[in-house]
């Protein structure tokens, strides 16, 4: 073939390469083989695939540990911490009530947390770093303890069945009991008196000359120390302490058993 020739043939058979978009192995002019040479025509190129980002996972949302209608000592810890820290001042009541969900939105958004009102457990740990392990009379500052079992002496009449340990007052007849009360009792300097007593008298308007201050439904039963209604221990809880007498802070409840407990039943103070 000649020269001419052949040089038109190679033109034709790149023509049918760049159409079909094919590979060429290309030669030197002496025969020797290249390379590959990609050959594309302009918008036959398969386009590029593009890598897209990943989406960044959302940042799960904190685990919601209590909220409000919740009960029972969780809540009990919990109203008490805030009280540490000044967010709460009622209770500790152990219901997640209204003043709660207000004092944890009020913890929360002091620190930067979404305002929820519910407890979760980042609000939890923030909360834990800033206040110590409350002790079971500040989860019962208020009262709501659980009452002990009764002493053997208040299993029989009509008693008045009050324990310092865990710091209630059981009405009790012939055994069983029909009214249980948090009590409060005498400091260190002036203690309440155990062992067993009968209510000698009893004054519904009291006032104390002594130490000036009122003693409604006061029903004594050692000396001037009395079971009466005190406005302090309803104001304060256990963070005050009588003189001797043993304290009530239900008024209502203390006006009931009032009616109910006659002069000479029996009162039991024991631990």
Same mark, same amino acid.
């Given at each position: 073939?000649?020269?001419?020739?052949?040089?038109?043939?190679?033109?034709?058979? !790149?023509v049918?390469v760049? !159409? *079909?978009?094919c590979?060429?192995?290309?030669?030197?002019?002496d *025969?020797?083989?290249?390379?590959?040479?990609?050959i594309?025509?302009?918008?036959?190129?398969?386009?590029?695939?593009r890598?897209?980002p990943?989406?960044?996972?959302?940042?799960?949302?904190?685990? =919601?540990?209590?909220?409000? *209608?919740?009960?029972?000592?969780?809540?009990?810890? @919990?109203q008490?911490?805030?009280?540490?820290v000044?967010?709460?001042f009622?209770?500790?009541t152990?219901?997640?009530?209204?003043?709660? =969900?207000? !004092?944890?939105?009020?913890?929360?958004?002091?620190?930067? @947390?979404?305002?929820?009102?519910?407890?979760?457990?980042?609000?939890?740990?923030?909360?834990?770093?800033?206040?110590? #392990?409350?002790?079971?009379w500040?989860?019962?500052?208020m *009262?709501?303890?659980?009452?002990?079992?009764?002493?053997a002496?208040?299993?029989?009449?009509?008693?008045?069945?009050i324990?310092?340990?865990?710091?209630?007052?059981r009405?009790?007849?012939?055994?069983?009991?029909?009214?249980?009360?948090? =009590?409060r009792?005498?400091?260190?300097?002036t203690?309440?008196? #155990?062992?067993?007593?009968h209510v000698?008298?009893?004054?519904?308007?009291?006032y104390?000359?002594?130490?000036h201050?009122?003693?409604p439904?006061?029903?004594?039963?050692?000396?001037?120390?009395?079971?009466h209604?005190?406005?302090?221990?309803?104001?304060?809880?256990?963070?005050?302490?009588?003189?001797?007498?043993?304290?009530?802070?239900?008024?209502?409840?203390?006006? #009931?058993l009032?009616?109910?407990?006659?002069?000479?039943?029996?009162?039991?103070?024991?631990?």
């Amino acid at each position: 073939m000649r020269t001419g020739d052949m040089r038109r043939a190679v033109a034709a058979l !790149a023509v049918v390469v760049v !159409a *079909g978009g094919c590979t060429v192995q290309a030669t030197d002019g002496d *025969g020797k083989s290249r390379a590959p040479v990609r050959i594309e025509m302009p918008g036959s190129a398969s386009p590029t695939p593009r890598t897209t980002p990943p989406t960044p996972a959302s940042a799960t949302p904190a685990k =919601v540990l209590w909220s409000r *209608g919740d009960s029972g000592r969780d809540i009990r810890e @919990l109203q008490a911490r805030l009280r540490q820290v000044a967010w709460i001042f009622e209770g500790p009541t152990g219901t997640y009530d209204d003043a709660t =969900v207000d !004092a944890v939105k009020g913890f929360q958004g002091k620190r930067g @947390l979404p305002k929820t009102g519910e407890t979760d457990s980042v609000t939890w740990q923030r909360l834990l770093r800033m206040t110590r #392990e409350p002790g079971k009379w500040e989860l019962y500052l208020m *009262g709501g303890q659980p009452a002990d079992a009764p002493d053997a002496r208040c299993m029989t009449g009509r008693v008045l069945c009050i324990s310092k340990s865990s710091r209630t007052l059981r009405w009790m007849v012939d055994g069983r009991t029909l009214e249980t009360l948090p =009590v409060r009792f005498g400091t260190d300097s002036t203690p309440t008196r #155990e062992g067993v007593f009968h209510v000698y008298w009893k004054s519904r308007d009291h006032y104390s000359t002594l130490y000036h201050s009122p003693m409604p439904y006061a029903m004594f039963f050692s000396g001037g120390q009395a079971v009466h209604y005190s406005t302090d221990f309803a104001a304060r809880g256990y963070a005050g302490g009588s003189h001797g007498c043993v304290n009530v802070r239900d008024e209502a409840a203390i006006s #009931e058993l009032f009616d109910e407990v006659r002069t000479g039943d029996k009162v039991v103070v024991h631990w």
